[in-house]
């Protein structure tokens, strides 16, 4: 069984929409929960991280963990065009928060 | 500016040949980290070191080597076991304790 598991998309949306990305995992020790978005030919950019269960609101981008189901999700309000990304989900926080483990990353495609 | 560089951008190879694959950091972080990723398959641990002198395998650590003789460097080698070898490779480091972790932009090796 694959520690995280994600959608890989792609997903098209019109501007405006609300999107919402998604990933299971499997350990329950894991404690932090990180959101990645990396445009296409560069290197992942952290996006939001919270801690535990419950939701992390930062502008359009709403993180939302569920320790109890090891399900995580990332909201984004408003859609635009430059949303245009691969989101990886990276739960982790196991030896001194020095392994992360990452999803296979969504493609999202914001449609003017 | 501070931050983590990896050079070449692109990197082309014979089969059977060994390639080094650099990346430094001034951002005075005691962990590295090697990635690869393929498409559909996100980011896959190859190696990480928490400190210099050490570095443990990760997940898919066959046919790679590492060194980490100053803080700053942490160079990968692809040698001629590694079965696959074209691939996108990330490099990223992050402060020991942190959650966050700082990405380069990667270096796209094809190997013919």
């Known amino acids: 069984q694959k520690e995280v598991e994600q959608d890989p998309g792609p997903l098209s949306v019109p501007e405006g929409a609300i999107v919402s990305l998604n990933c299971t995992y499997s350990n329950s020790a894991f404690q932090y929960f990180m959101w990645y978005r990396q445009y296409s030919r560069k290197g992942p950019e952290l996006l939001m991280y919270?801690?535990?269960?419950g939701n992390k609101e930062d502008g359009r981008f709403t993180a939302q963990v569920d320790k109890s189901s090891k399900y995580i999700s990332l909201f984004i309000r408003d859609s635009q065009p430059s949303d245009s990304a691969t989101y990886l989900c990276?739960?982790?926080?196991?030896?001194?928060?020095?392994?992360?483990?990452f999803g296979s990353g969504t493609k999202l495609n914001v449609k003017p | 500016d501070g931050g983590i560089t990896q050079s070449p951008k692109y990197l082309f190879r014979k089969e059977g040949q060994n390639v080094t694959l650099s990346c430094e950091q001034n951002?005075?972080?005691?962990?590295m980290y090697w990635y690869r990723q393929d498409p559909g398959q996100g980011l896959r641990l190859i190696y990480y070191s928490q400190i210099v002198n050490d570095f443990q395998k990760g997940d898919i650590a066959e046919g790679y080597s590492v060194s980490r003789e100053k803080k700053e460097s942490f160079p990968l080698t692809v040698t001629s076991a590694q079965k696959n070898p074209t691939a996108f490779y990330l490099c990223?480091?992050?402060?020991?304790?942190?959650?966050?972790?700082?990405f380069g932009q990667g270096t796209r090796l094809t190997v013919v």
């Open positions: 990276a739960p982790g926080g196991e030896g001194n928060f020095n392994k992360f483990y």
């Open positions: 919270t801690y535990s269960s």
């Open positions: 990223a480091s992050k402060r020991t304790g942190n959650t966050e972790a700082f």
């Open positions: 951002l005075n972080h005691d962990a």
